[in-house]
């Protein structure tokens, strides 16, 4: 987690306990079976939370160790999994066709409502500047509930490139450690990207210092 004052990481001279090459779900893998490890990470072009952080594929050898926070899912069917970088209930704010339903958001007692919800600790999706105020070493997740009219969507995916789509008076924009997501209906549910089987309800937590990259 990040302390006022003090730089996030340290110097590192330690050799890796687990070399992981590929993308956010290969990381979040090797994450959740090696909690707690120290990984030199060799991102695709594809790697969202490799992006967030600057570090590309082909760089020199890295010698500063910064602690990661990771998303843990709390529900039966997804039991052990995490995200390293974003969670995703309902259509994505950057696909097209989303659909009109209802999802509950549950955060310290407080229920709000809306039709797609982010949690993050990363900041890009595909890309784009998604999540621009979120960072993977915090100790928190930003959390995104849209509820926008149709008329604003276009208009709203446009500006995602950028990260100026935010603030936005039909997105609620919320700093959490741990949520609950309901919906009458399943919906699709995305973790890094991947696509799972739909879900009704699931919990997040926040963890911590969950793993430790070499940048």
């Not at 500047?129 to 509820?147: I, M, T």
């Not at 609620?172 to 089987?197: K, M, Y």
């Amino acid at each position: 987690m990040i302390t006022p004052g003090k730089e996030w990481g340290a110097p590192c001279d330690a050799q890796p306990d687990l070399e992981v090459h590929g993308g956010d779900t290969d990381l979040a893998s090797a994450v959740a079976q090696h909690p707690g490890t120290l990984i030199r990470f060799t991102p695709n072009a594809d790697s969202d939370i490799a992006r967030a952080v600057g570090l590309r594929a082909g760089d020199p050898q890295r010698n500063w160790a910064v602690p990661m926070d990771v998303l843990r899912i709390d529900d039966e069917k997804l039991e052990g999994r995490i995200a390293v970088n974003m969670a995703i209930l309902g259509t994505p704010p950057d696909e097209a066709n989303w659909r009109s339903h209802t999802l509950s958001i549950d955060v310290d007692g407080t229920t709000t409502h809306g039709f797609c919800a982010v949690v993050a600790t990363g900041q890009y999706r595909n890309g784009l500047d998604l999540v621009p105020r979120s960072h993977p070493g915090d100790g928190w997740a930003e959390l995104q509930l849209y509820n926008l009219p149709a008329r604003h969507r276009a208009a709203m995916k446009d500006r995602l490139a950028t990260g100026s789509h935010l603030p936005h008076p039909n997105i609620t924009q919320r700093r959490i450690h741990t949520t609950t997501l309901t919906t009458p209906t399943p919906l699709q549910f995305d973790l890094d990207g991947l696509r799972l089987d739909p879900v009704q309800s699931v919990s997040i937590t926040v963890v911590s210092n969950a793993y430790r990259l070499l940048l």
